[in-house]
Protein backbone atom coordinates (compact mmCIF):
# COMPACT_ATOMS: atom_id res chain seq x y z
CA UNK A 1 0.00 0.00 0.00
CA UNK A 2 1.58 3.20 -0.96
CA UNK A 3 1.35 5.82 1.20
CA UNK A 4 2.53 9.49 -0.16
CA UNK A 5 3.13 12.68 2.48
CA UNK A 6 3.70 16.33 1.51
CA UNK A 7 5.26 18.77 3.52
CA UNK A 8 6.51 22.34 2.91
CA UNK A 9 3.12 24.57 2.96
CA UNK A 10 2.64 27.60 4.83
CA UNK A 11 2.24 31.22 4.57
CA UNK A 12 3.81 33.33 2.13
CA UNK A 13 3.30 36.90 1.08
CA UNK A 14 2.08 37.26 -2.48
CA UNK A 15 5.10 37.12 -4.68
CA UNK A 16 6.93 34.74 -2.62
CA UNK A 17 7.71 31.48 -3.31
CA UNK A 18 7.17 27.66 -1.71
CA UNK A 19 8.61 23.85 -2.65
CA UNK A 20 6.64 21.45 -1.62
CA UNK A 21 7.59 17.92 -1.21
CA UNK A 22 6.01 14.78 -1.50
CA UNK A 23 7.07 11.63 -0.23
CA UNK A 24 6.45 8.03 -1.46
CA UNK A 25 7.13 4.89 0.74
CA UNK A 26 6.06 2.24 -2.24
CA UNK A 27 8.97 0.59 -4.52
CA UNK A 28 7.33 1.61 -8.01
CA UNK A 29 7.61 4.65 -6.96
CA UNK A 30 9.99 5.43 -10.51
CA UNK A 31 7.36 3.68 -12.68
CA UNK A 32 4.46 5.65 -12.02
CA UNK A 33 3.17 9.26 -13.20
CA UNK A 34 2.85 11.47 -10.12
CA UNK A 35 0.65 14.75 -9.84
CA UNK A 36 0.18 17.97 -7.75
CA UNK A 37 -3.56 19.33 -7.29
CA UNK A 38 -4.82 21.97 -4.96
CA UNK A 39 -8.39 22.73 -3.74
CA UNK A 40 -9.17 26.04 -3.12
CA UNK A 41 -11.97 26.87 -0.16
CA UNK A 42 -15.80 26.63 -2.00
CA UNK A 43 -14.11 24.94 -5.14
CA UNK A 44 -13.48 21.91 -6.61
CA UNK A 45 -9.59 20.21 -6.60
CA UNK A 46 -8.02 21.06 -9.73
CA UNK A 47 -5.25 19.51 -11.49
CA UNK A 48 -1.83 21.46 -11.71
CA UNK A 49 0.90 19.56 -12.75
CA UNK A 50 1.85 16.80 -13.54
CA UNK A 51 5.35 14.18 -14.23
CA UNK A 52 5.55 11.13 -16.00
CA UNK A 53 7.92 8.64 -15.45
CA UNK A 54 10.19 9.57 -18.33
CA UNK A 55 10.26 13.16 -16.47
CA UNK A 56 7.90 14.78 -19.31
CA UNK A 57 5.72 17.58 -17.36
CA UNK A 58 2.07 19.43 -17.71
CA UNK A 59 1.07 22.34 -15.86
CA UNK A 60 -2.44 23.92 -15.84
CA UNK A 61 -2.31 27.10 -17.68
CA UNK A 62 -2.84 29.18 -14.25
CA UNK A 63 0.65 28.33 -13.12
CA UNK A 64 2.66 28.21 -16.40
CA UNK A 65 6.00 30.11 -15.87
CA UNK A 66 5.41 29.80 -12.34
CA UNK A 67 5.74 26.30 -10.78
CA UNK A 68 7.92 23.55 -11.57
CA UNK A 69 7.22 19.92 -10.67
CA UNK A 70 10.36 17.62 -10.69
CA UNK A 71 10.51 14.16 -9.22
CA UNK A 72 13.92 12.45 -7.44
CA UNK A 73 13.38 8.64 -8.26
CA UNK A 74 16.26 7.64 -5.88
CA UNK A 75 14.37 9.10 -3.00
CA UNK A 76 11.26 8.41 -4.10
CA UNK A 77 9.85 12.10 -3.69
CA UNK A 78 8.12 14.53 -5.92
CA UNK A 79 8.50 18.41 -5.98
CA UNK A 80 6.53 21.25 -6.32
CA UNK A 81 8.45 24.94 -7.13
CA UNK A 82 6.10 27.49 -6.41
CA UNK A 83 7.24 31.17 -7.67
CA UNK A 84 5.39 34.63 -7.80
CA UNK A 85 2.73 32.97 -5.20
CA UNK A 86 -0.45 35.05 -5.47
CA UNK A 87 -3.89 35.28 -3.60
CA UNK A 88 -5.20 32.86 -5.67
CA UNK A 89 -2.89 30.17 -5.18
CA UNK A 90 -3.97 29.88 -1.31
CA UNK A 91 -5.41 25.98 -1.04
CA UNK A 92 -4.82 22.50 -0.17
CA UNK A 93 -2.51 20.98 -1.92
CA UNK A 94 -2.24 17.52 -2.51
CA UNK A 95 -0.38 14.73 -4.54
CA UNK A 96 -1.85 12.34 -6.26
CA UNK A 97 0.15 8.96 -7.44
CA UNK A 98 -1.52 7.72 -10.81
CA UNK A 99 -2.70 3.75 -9.99
CA UNK A 100 -5.50 1.40 -10.34
CA UNK A 101 -8.63 1.92 -8.47
CA UNK A 102 -8.06 5.55 -9.20
CA UNK A 103 -4.28 5.38 -7.46
CA UNK A 104 -3.13 7.20 -4.46
CA UNK A 105 -3.74 10.80 -2.46
CA UNK A 106 -1.51 12.69 0.15
CA UNK A 107 -3.20 13.95 3.14
CA UNK A 108 -3.09 17.51 1.67
CA UNK A 109 -0.66 20.36 3.08
CA UNK A 110 -1.91 24.06 3.07
CA UNK A 111 -0.47 26.87 1.70
CA UNK A 112 -1.55 30.49 2.41
CA UNK A 113 -0.69 33.30 0.66
CA UNK A 114 -1.69 37.12 2.70
CA UNK A 115 0.06 39.96 3.68
Known amino acids: QEQLVESGGGLVQPGGSLRLSCAASGSIFALLPMAWYRQAPGKERELIAQ???????NYADSVQGRFTISRDNAKHTVYLQMNTLNFEATAVYYCHMYGPAGGHWGQGTQVTVSS
Open 51 to 57: ILSTGRT
